[in-house]
């Protein structure tokens, strides 16, 4: 008879593999939010050309019904971006549906069976669960997206911003919508998957089934209390049972065999827990003694991460001292999201980082440069708008760091030239004309010092 390990080994490993594939291919997510942001920065540098002005007021706007035609065209990018996600997740989620399926029935010994009927998959698409589905928790996300969108802008016109910098918003606010749409889509593949799993049980005529639970999910107590246990199909918790859930099901065949990895399966969960989460005496002085630093650390981490941190301190103490591999994980996480952040969203970080946290954080804004220019206007205006970015995060930067005496020195020393200065000396010194040393600024307000990237500890890729 096989046993629990054959069917992971077998079944649950064969979903797993189905679902990073899928994942690897959500790399093209972040492609379709930043296409998108672009177009809506093209729509606002558009309406500030026509006006002649980089800082237009909500009166003017008014006229010609601009704002109102704005407003639009951002709804129907957002739209079709909309549109252009729903497509593809339809699109990989049937195929790794039909992927599951194909193995699990093959797992069980079948060889002569139909692929699931395009009707049954899109059934499965609407069905709820947790009171929706796919499509319209997507749309629902979209139409938040929108109001925030024009919010931005017309909060932005009130206030006097200039167009880059509500550029900028807008651009901050897409790359947090890029972050909710994958969480959605990576749940709700996870669901779809499972349930594909399921049906293949079913048509197989298996009536009842175990929920597996990945070997480091096992510590999780929402899943290791579940883990290895027997369910009929019809009542089988519907996974995932939270954000970044990789549970499965795994088929029973024969009861001896499911008590037996039942049991199992509980002594698993027991180590693991006994392992990982209890700590030792050691480990509780440390965290006693980090209270404050870590606390500290927790709210930082909070800023930049939000909801992809655990929920309580404690928790958060206790993955970094009790689960190094998730915690090395959380920190690529932060240092991978830190430098995206926009100044004004870390008020924890202003005048507390390190040089080489600070000068990665100018580094990845000056790169970012490049998206934000509004490559319809003149060369003139793109290397002045180049300039102004690269001035404001100079600035920005120098207000990150901790050490505000090393700042001062930078100041006197580097003070933020004027546009006119820059253009000046760039004359001077290399024999420029006025247009090259424009498509100078433009290329160099993207590349950082590499002398002081090296001081602040950063490596030569
Ligand atoms: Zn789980």
Partial sequence: MKSSEYWEKRIANGTWTTYNNLEEKNRALLEMYQEASLNISDELYRVSEKMKTSTPTLSDMHKFDRLTKLQKNIESIIGELGENVEKFYIDNATQGFKEVYKNVRVALGETDFNEPP??????FLR??????????????????????????????LIQGKTVTEMAIQLNNRMNKEFNICHRLVRSETMHYLNESAKSAYKDAGCEKIQLWAAIDERTCPVCGVKHGNKYSLRDAPVLPLHANCRCTYIPIIDDDVANNSHAIAKEDVKKEWQRRSIPDEQIKDK??????????QYKKYKEVLGEELPKSFDKFQGLKYNNSEEWGKVKDKFSEVFVTKDFDSIPSFHENCSNLLTRKWYKWHDENIPNLIDTSKTIQEQARQAHELRNTYRIQARDLMKDQEERKNLDTKHPNPSFEELIEHKK??????????????????????KKYDKIAGIKEE
């Avoid at 395009?118 to 059934?123: A, D, R, V």
């Avoid at 965290?287 to 500290?296: G, Q």
């Fill in 118 to 123: 395009k009707k049954l998959m899109e059934q």
């Fill in 127 to 156: 069905k709820q669960w947790e009171g929706s589905n796919f499509s319209t928790r997507l749309w629902k996300n979209t139409q938040v997206l929108v109001t925030n969108l024009n919010d931005v802008v017309t909060n932005g």
């Fill in 287 to 296: 965290m006693k003694k980090n209270y404050e630093t870590d606390m500290k």
């Fill in 428 to 449: 001077l010194k290399y024999g420029l004309s006025n247009e090259e040393a424009y498509v100078d600024i433009i290329r160099s307000s993207q590349t950082t010092n």
